[in-house]
């Protein structure tokens, strides 16, 4: 199985908003409303930041959100602020056999 | 939540077998949770490589399946990991960490450890 699609790198200025994606196929991200992201910062545990798509465990930001459409979901990150800048990876169910998938990683940079 | 920390070896050496081990405090292995393991190779990305259920129940990743084994020890609150026949590409970061439904959604974590496999 390929990891799941990020783009290596986004940025933006505080305040701004920016939007991260993962892409998939039917029989992952397509398939089921399964998606977490996680917040990594260099040295640290990960943290998870979106669980099942949307949801937003308690004490994360409300300036983080997430959504799916078709074989794409996305991480939107509102009001950036400097210590936002971390690493992002998606993970998305893929069915019994091998059930867990990650993205290959997106850094955030917050100029 | 509970609170996770890998233990094992720093070094291996190619060819053989690495051992790590993670005690949970604040819970029970024997809970109906998914006790897993992940790896981050250095400048790459977050690899899953398996998990073991309460049951005893295992899945592991494809790629790493014939030399993977997780296994749990009630007697001392712990999960393990072994990897056989190790090379330098599994020189990486190892975390430990609780999966709530076996999907993915990893809301603990240990705070990892590298392990370097060299002579």
């Known amino acids: 199985q390929s990891a799941l699609t990020q783009p290596a790198s986004v940025s933006g200025s505080p305040g701004q908003s920016i939007t991260i994606s993962c892409t998939g196929s039917s029989s992952d991200v397509g398939g089921y409303n399964l998606v977490s992201w996680y917040q990594v910062y260099p040295g640290k545990a990960p943290k998870v930041m979106i669980s099942d798509v949307s949801n937003r465990p308690s004490g994360v930001s409300n300036r983080f959100s997430g959504s799916k459409s078709g074989n794409t979901a996305s991480l939107t990150i509102s009001g950036l602020q400097t210590e936002d800048e971390a690493d992002y990876y998606c993970t998305s169910y893929t069915g019994d056999n091998s059930p867990v998938l990650f993205g290959g990683g997106t850094k955030l940079t917050v100029l | 939540q509970v609170q996770l920390q890998e233990s094992g070896p720093g070094l291996v050496n190619p060819s053989e077998t690495l051992s790590l081990t993670c005690p949970v405090s604040g819970g029970s292995v024997s809970s109906s949770y998914y006790w897993s393991w992940i790896r981050q190779p250095p400048g790459k990305g977050l690899e899953w490589i398996g998990y073991?259920?309460?049951?005893?129940?295992?899945n592991y990743n494809p790629s790493l399946k014939s030399r993977v084994t997780i296994s749990t020890d009630t007697s001392k609150n712990q999960f393990s990991l072994k990897l056989t026949s190790v090379t330098a590409a599994d020189t990486a970061v190892y975390y430990c960490a609780r999966d709530l439904a076996g999907i993915g959604h990893f809301d603990s974590w240990g705070q990892g450890i590298l392990v370097t496999v060299s002579s």
């Open positions: 073991i259920f309460y049951t005893g129940s295992t």
